[in-house]
């Protein structure tokens, strides 16, 4: 019995954790170790590793513990966009997120860069603001968009990790497509927020003003982009600019949410087609 207990409660945090969203985490590292000139280091596993369910289940989890009263009034939520957990589930998902997240935590002020765990710490706290009060960034329009550029930061510590520094027009690229996919993809809730009395960023400019947010952010993110590579900064442009055509042709937030499985898609096709170009990169000995 106790086995199958324990079974229940992995399976189920592994579904907290969003899975299909560990690309979030687990390609910028990744795209952040390539930049640092290796195909694989083992300096970058453990925090690879950190990346997948620990950190994912701290982001997720935390919000969906503070997230509770409007995640029950959500019909996205308890599918595969989104968890609902009950109160009863509390205890033992903030326990997975400690006993997952703290080893990491150790190792990485045990052997890892001052510069690079300074990173990291605030890369988790930010995080953690977004959903916990007195922060509680998701309530507060703007900064709830602009506390999302921290998805970038693996950008800056994988290579911190490894010895190397960061390529800023990458980073700042990252930080500002973060943002604008943030806002964008809140627009499917905002009926719920509003009547939940949340103001985001996506509540206070309508769906129609997001197509403008994120619209710039998105072009700031281009123009980072091609700074590094010119086919991605255009690839970027082609998808971000579909999504922005086809919400600013109906902006609600029934359309928001028919985009969002595209928009799910939007890091795996650009961060493939980066990552293919930068493994042959450094497969040829092109890059160093």
Not at 98 to 123: D, E, G, K, Q
Not at 223 to 247: E, Q, R
Not at 279 to 284: D, E, I, Q, R
Request: overall charge neutral; aromatic content about 14%; some cysteine.
């Amino acid at each position: 019995m106790p086995l199958v207990y324990i079974r229940a409660v992995i399976l189920r945090l592994f579904y907290i954790s969003r899975p299909v969203l560990w690309i979030n985490t687990v390609g910028p590292a990744t795209i952040g170790m390539w930049l640092a000139g290796d195909l694989f280091a083992w300096g970058a596993l453990p925090v690879l590793l950190w990346l997948t369910l620990p950190f994912n289940l701290l982001i997720y989890g935390v919000n969906d513990v503070f997230d509770q009263e409007t995640d029950a009034k959500n019909p996205r939520k308890g599918t595969l966009e989104g968890a609902r957990i009950d109160r009863s589930e509390v205890r033992p998902l903030v326990l997975g997120v400690i006993f997952t997240n703290v080893p990491f935590l150790i190792y990485s002020l045990l052997f890892v860069p001052l510069s690079a765990t300074a990173w990291m710490l605030l890369y988790t706290l930010l995080f953690l603001g977004y959903s916990i009060p007195p922060a509680r960034f998701k309530a507060r329009p703007y900064l709830d968009s602009l506390s999302n550029a921290a998805y970038a930061f693996p950008l800056v510590f994988l290579p911190l990790v490894l010895g190397e520094g960061p390529i800023w027009p990458a980073t700042l690229g990252l930080m500002a497509w973060s943002a604008a996919k943030h806002t964008f993809d809140a627009v499917q809730d905002v009926d719920e927020d509003r009547g939940a009395g949340i103001t985001t960023t996506a509540v206070r400019l309508g769906p129609g003003g997001v197509v403008f947010w994120s619209g710039s952010l998105w072009a700031l993110a281009t123009a980072c982009f091609a700074l590094v590579s010119v086919p991605v900064a255009l690839l970027n442009a082609t998808i971000a600019g579909t999504l922005l055509y086809v919400l600013g042709q109906n902006p609600t937030p029934e359309k928001g949410h028919r985009l969002y499985k595209y928009s799910i898609a939007f890091p795996y096709v650009a961060g493939t087609f980066a990552g293919v170009q930068l493994v042959a990169a450094l497969s040829l000995g092109a890059y160093p």
